[in-house]
């Protein structure tokens, strides 16, 4: 038997959410409360039946409580609802008697709804579906998404571009312009050749058309904006794929050097300072990608910023833990410290 399918019949309560509208084949139905081993006992239960040749919800049937029943090898679940109501709305052809929103109420103590479970068969569990995380792609798909995003991305541009070129009238202003050879007058403005009326047409006109070609821009600046956001996207996803196997390496050259420098054990210093140094590449990290979704730095920079920050940091170290030398000298920053205070306080036992 298909695994969905078996998953239906042996908790089929498991995609019924308390409180919420749950989409179980051609029903939704909402539950106040489920109880039962298996989830199967259901109160306060309304459901929302769906009629495929009209789009809406014009029946709904409310019930005190329900039971989820299923038989082995069976493809379908049975949904047995006890003292509920059944409303459906009337269709009138009528615009009037419509606008009255006549509906039929029946009461009922036992009725049963068959689910049907064989669509649950169709679908293959091996299926490749197209998927909307850029993280769940491979590698040949980053690269073949990323291609196909630049190439769209520039070429909407262009069609944008071209677009408001030829709205201007630019493109057609001179052909077939004729030189006139007569006497001209000398003007301040074009506008002089035309009436007060017209020119007031004329410049309403332009100004709708500036306006309206502002909107435009602003719109399909919203638009790129989110066009080049995902494009970012996908080449971070990319480099990830690259910079976590770097960073394992890079990461090693910081923790192992560093428990030979501190020499401690137990969940004291060493803990913290692995902590701070881990959420101090984490935090580094989502800040260049924040700043490259939104194009402020190139995504190959903000994929490998953190990495890039704990390799010198890793050599240090690791030069550090080679040569036998400490993190960093405690005592010169503690004993100037104590001996002040050792002073000041001999000086105050001597005054008194």
Not at 77 to 83: A, K, R, V, W, Y
Not at 293 to 310: C, H, K, V
Request: hydrophobic share 40%; glycine share 6%.
């Amino acid at each position: 038997l298909n695994l969905r399918r078996n998953i239906a019949q042996l908790k089929p309560a498991i995609v019924i959410a308390e409180g919420q509208f749950s989409e179980v084949g051609d029903i939704t139905i909402k539950v106040g409360k489920k109880s039962g081993d298996r989830g199967q006992y259901l109160d306060d239960v309304i459901i929302h039946k769906k009629n495929p040749l009209r789009t809406g919800n014009f029946t709904v049937i409310k019930a005190n409580d329900g039971e989820l029943t299923s038989v082995e090898g069976s493809n379908s679940l049975s949904l047995i609802l006890n003292d509920g109501n059944y409303y459906d709305e009337i269709q009138q052809r009528d615009q009037k008697k419509q606008m009255k929103k006549p509906f039929a109420k029946s009461y009922f103590e036992e009725y049963i709804i068959n689910v049907d479970l064989s669509e649950f068969n169709n679908i293959d569990l091996e299926e490749e579906r197209e998927v909307s995380n850029e993280k769940m792609y491979r590698i040949n798909e980053l690269l073949y998404e990323i291609d196909s995003l630049s190439k769209n991305y520039s070429e909407d541009i262009i069609k944008f571009s071209e677009g408001i070129y030829l709205r201007t009238g630019l493109s057609t202003l001179n052909s077939g312009y004729i030189a006139d050879t007569t006497d001209k007058k000398n003007l301040n403005s074009i506008l002089e050749l035309y009436t007060t009326q017209e020119q007031a047409q004329i410049l309403e006109i332009s100004v709708n058309s500036i306006s309206g070609n502002i909107q435009s821009i602003e719109a399909k600046k919203t638009d790129n904006q989110q066009k080049n956001k995902r494009l970012n996207k996908f080449e971070m996803a990319l480099h990830d794929k690259y910079v976590i196997a770097f960073a394992c390496i890079i990461l090693f050259f910081v923790g192992a050097p560093l428990g030979a420098i501190i020499r401690k054990g137990g969940m004291g210093l060493p803990m913290v300072v692995a902590i701070a140094i881990f959420l101090a590449y984490h935090f580094i990290g989502i800040f260049a990608k924040n700043s490259a979704e939104n194009g402020q730095i190139s995504p190959f920079l903000a994929s490998w910023f953190s990495t890039f920050i704990m390799l010198p940091i890793g050599i240090w170290l690791t030069y550090r833990a080679t040569t036998d030398q400490g993190f960093f000298n405690i005592d010169g920053i503690t004993l100037p410290i104590t001996n002040f205070f050792k002073k000041l306080f001999k000086i105050k036992d001597t005054e008194i």
